[in-house]
């Protein structure tokens, strides 16, 4: 079993954590951030010189998304690399995120 476990690639993930939003803005907020994204690979832009996409091509990963409960943005990221990958992809995430005065502060972070 020890074998077996020992061959399981690392992952390193971070807690769901949630930026406070008012529930009437949080789906244009959500939709601004996919926006920038968007032109981020419409321009070729490579954070960090890996190619975007719906994950980097090191396997890194972000989610922004609205909560469906309460007030809130929700941020989630992971990576097989590194904890400091894990730590960069929230960077981006949270950069994004931060462009607009209307995200209020997170109920935890990296």
Known sequence: MAE???AVPNSFGSPTM????AGE???R?????????QAMFAAGQRPDGHALR????????CLVR???NRPDI???VESPVS????HQMFALADGVLRRRPDVGGDNQTL
């Open 54 to 61: 719906c994950t980097l091509a090191d396997g890194s990963w």
């Open 18 to 21: 949630s930026a406070n939003c």
């Open 74 to 76: 929700v941020v989630v």
């Open 83 to 86: 904890q400091e990958r894990l």
């Open 66 to 68: 609205t909560s469906s």
């Open 25 to 27: 803005i949080k789906d």
């Open 4 to 6: 077996l476990y020992r």
């Open 29 to 37: 907020v959500v939709g601004g951030a996919i926006a920038v994204f």
